[in-house]
């Protein structure tokens, strides 16, 4: 307990915090002070004291991501082919063939593309469609776009517009949101620990 420092992302604008729901909703704004920042980088301050007991490890406040724009000859020489078919041309890899489908490890979910964190581990769960579940993705990380023939929604990385996959709603999975992130594994890539 006590003050404890968090250093946001390196792809994060100090301009905007957003706190997840890593504590009760009786978490106060003036509990997350930004004590100093850089161009690329922020940092912050979570007074553990106050939030009684109710901290949870993992990420507990984050700047917004800054945006990544690159040309299509740009992201062909930083991705696989397999990557930009997916990232880039929002392709969907083969159900049960991705590496994060069954990965259990604690830590951090980025985006493949640029790097901007995306989901935690802990909202993580099994829903058996073969693709990697999570139940939330980490504050103003992911943007939704309904597909055009409205069945579905699109996900995307908010800072580089990486297609990530699709959101579903009201499957009845045991989780406190009540949606599904069905997320391609080869558009993640998993960092151990909670930085």
């Not at 007074?47 to 990420?59: A, H, V």
């Not at 776009?145 to 580089?160: K, L, Q, S, V, W």
């Not at 990486?162 to 009540?178: Q, S």
């Amino acid at each position: 307990m006590g003050l404890h420092l968090l250093k946001s992302s390196p792809f994060a604008t100090p301009r905007t915090f957003a706190v997840n729901s890593i504590a009760s909703s009786g978490f106060l704004s003036t509990q997350v002070r930004r004590l100093s920042f850089a161009t690329s980088s922020s940092l912050i301050a979570v007074d553990t004291n106050r939030l009684q007991g109710r901290f949870r490890r993992g990420i507990a406040a984050m700047a917004a991501p800054e945006t990544v724009q690159k040309s299509e000859e740009e992201w062909r020489a930083v991705l696989s082919p397999e990557q930009f078919r997916i990232l880039r041309q929002k392709g969907t890899e083969y159900p049960g063939t991705g590496e994060y489908d069954k990965f259990l490890e604690e830590g951090i979910y980025n985006c493949a593309g640029c790097g901007t964190p995306l989901y935690r581990s802990t909202t993580k769960f099994n829903s058996g469609c073969g693709w990697p579940a999570f139940y939330e993705g980490l504050p103003g990380a992911i943007n939704r776009t309904p597909d055009p023939d409205g069945r579905r929604t699109e996900i995307t990385c908010a800072a580089c517009g990486g297609h990530l996959g699709h959101v579903f709603k009201g499957e009845g999975f045991p989780i406190p949101t009540n949606e599904r992130h069905c997320v391609n594994s080869i558009s993640l890539k998993f960092t151990s620990g909670s930085s």
